[in-house]
């Protein structure tokens, strides 16, 4: 049976800056970011439209002189969707909706869209619900203005009101059975990430489609899913990483410790709160690792906007101490010598890659060692004769450098940090 191709849907943008106001300004940068996530959503964008005032208008946020602008183009060419850059009150989404006469969504609506579209496990599933749910409550009152329009006037009310609180009831227990369902995923998570305290921890965090599940394929030969889409990674993909590093062509004696490294959901400008707060368990991951490597698309020319989007994000979720090594990738696509030179200026210890050439790679593998290797210092630890595995144990979290065999023990001499060294002395 021959398959039927979904018709894409002609789509227009709309962005709405203020120049008085920072936290709603928005560049023209802006829509070709929104443009490459309706794109993403299977979407046809065939228009932008961007308006810039000093005026806040609080019933169609662009104006209605610009609303009738977009209407006039939606009607004359058959636009079934219009995606605003803005997050929109359910106010404004009515009276946009009743103005243009065609489905109107916020970036944040579109961003949920893609997130349930690539949600593949059922933790992210429950998960992504969970924010669409919590992000659809509090504009439930906008899909039940039928009701006015059908019956009119005297009598509206009652039954209005009461299919709004019937919807919102049910979403209230739904939600509340997400949470708990979500509470058992972290539970479980928290028993994995227990076992796993032993182990060098890095995360790999930053933008949306920087580069992060290929820099883990080409560290760890991973194989995980790789696209030029955003947000084509949502769950957590957790591998071994072997530093074996070599020079010119020789291989160096491999580090002994085992280290894990985490792939994680990539970031955006303006990504739902609901989301962050949903995802929560997926970036304990981040939260609990030894080491942070922000990967940035060094190709981007906005990518210094980019950096502050996923630093800002790291503070929101209690990250922002977190030791973090700028890994530039796609840094092939630079011709300019110079910009590199200043880059390598201004973000000190940072690192010029290209996950998808593997060049480099083994600078970043040693500025992770030297990471790992931070305040190590020599200790000696005295042990039983037959205890193999305490020894095993020392061989995993340290570099061992002599092993003196006594009559009745063994005394093993190592380089450490601080927290190993500690977690050994209570299990000798």
């Known amino acids: 049976m021959k398959e039927t191709r979904k018709e894409k849907e002609k789509t227009v943008l709309v962005c709405y800056s203020n120049r008085r106001d920072r936290k709603n300004y928005h560049s023209e940068n802006s829509l070709e970011e929104l443009k490459f996530l309706a794109e993403t959503a299977g979407a046809e964008v065939v228009k932008t439209f961007y308006q810039e005032n000093d005026v806040y208008d609080a019933r169609y946020m662009i104006g209605k002189g610009k609303a009738e602008e977009v209407s006039a183009y939606a009607d004359e060419n058959k636009i079934s969707l219009v995606i605003f850059e803005n997050e929109l009150a359910y106010t404004q989404l009515r009276n946009l909706e009743q103005k243009i006469k065609c489905k109107i969504l916020d970036k944040s609506n579109l961003i949920l869209d893609i997130f349930a579209s690539n949600a593949r496990t059922a933790q992210a599933k429950l998960q992504v619900e969970l924010a669409q749910l919590e992000y659809t409550l509090p504009r439930l009152t906008r899909q039940w203005t039928h009701l006015s329009k059908q019956l009119g006037g005297i009598g509206t009310k009652g039954p209005g009101e009461t299919q709004i609180e019937t919807d919102r009831r049910m979403i ?30 890095i995360s790999l965090v930053g933008y949306t489609n920087a580069g992060k599940s290929t820099l883990l394929n080409t560290l760890t030969n991973a194989g995980v899913y790789v696209e ?105 696509m630079l011709e300019n010598a110079s910009f590199i030179s ?74 450490t940090n601080d927290k190993n060294y500690s977690f050994l002395e209570k299990i000798v």
């Open 342 to 415: 200043h880059l390598k200026s201004e973000y000190k210890d940072s690192v010029f890659i290209s996950a998808e050439k593997g060049l480099n790679i083994n600078a970043l593998l040693e500025k992770i060692k030297k990471e790992l290797t931070k305040g190590n210092t020599e200790r000696t630890l005295k042990l039983k004769a037959d205890d193999h595995k305490k020894v095993s144990m020392i061989y995993k979290l340290a570099e061992v450098s002599k092993v003196k065999y006594l009559k009745n023990s063994i005394k093993v001499t190592f380089k």
């Open 172 to 201: 209230g227990k739904r939600i509340s059975l997400l949470k708990e369902k979500l509470l058992k995923v972290d539970e479980q998570r928290k028993t994995q990430s227990g076992e796993r305290k032993n182990f060098f921890r």
């Open 228 to 332: 030029n889409k955003l947000f084509a990674t949502l769950d957590t993909s957790t591998k071994t990483l072997k530093l074996n590093i070599s020079e010119k062509g020789k291989k160096v004696t491999k580090f002994p410790k085992k280290v894990l490294i985490s792939d994680t959901v990539g970031f955006i400008k303006n990504l739902p709160h609901d989301l962050i707060e949903s995802f929560k368990s997926t970036l304990s991951e981040v939260i609990e690792s030894d080491l942070l490597l922000h990967v940035i698309d060094v190709s981007n020319s906005n990518f210094p906007e980019q950096i502050e989007v996923v630093r800002n994000t790291l503070e929101e979720i209690g990250a922002k101490d977190k030791t973090v090594i700028n890994v530039f990738n796609k840094s092939d």
